[in-house]
């Protein structure tokens, strides 16, 4: 079992940065394929990014990519998504989620842990 506590949200300028952290509990948090995703008020969870046990691989939504950097430290099990020149649809809940497996990262439904979100707005 993986329980996952997400932090580091707020309210940034358009332009500005934010660093999301989730800190994770578990001794097999390394063997976990990890995701951010995000919902936004009236839509559906939509995927950020998630980066492979090892840290080695990671995947970006088209949105995202080049802006947000997703990484981890999977001796202080930590996953991180910073995220850079953000933009008023940036904003949302985030979410990281742990899946055991290498498949379709990009489809919630297959995350078998979630935490419990955190709030980021970007005010224009």
């Known amino acids: 079992q993986v329980q996952l506590v997400e932090s580091g949200g707020g309210l940034v300028q358009v332009g500005g940065s934010l660093r999301l952290s989730c800190a994770a509990s578990?001794?097999?948090?390394?063997?976990?394929?990890m995701g951010w995703f995000r919902q936004a008020p009236g839509k559906e969870r939509e995927f950020v990014a998630a980066?492979?046990?090892?840290?080695?691989?990671?995947y970006y939504a088209d949105s995202v990519k080049g802006r947000f950097t997703i990484s981890r430290d999977n001796v202080k099990n930590m996953v991180y998504l910073q995220m850079n020149s953000l933009k008023p649809e940036d904003t949302a809940v985030y979410y990281c989620?742990?899946?055991?497996?290498?498949?379709?990262?990009?489809?919630?439904?297959?995350?078998?842990?979630w935490g419990q979100g955190t709030q980021v707005t970007v005010s224009s």
């Open positions: 989620a742990a899946d055991p497996t290498l498949l379709n990262v990009w489809v919630p439904q297959k995350y078998d842990y």
């Open positions: 980066i492979t046990s090892s840290g080695g691989s990671t």
């Open positions: 578990g001794r097999t948090f390394s063997r976990y394929v």
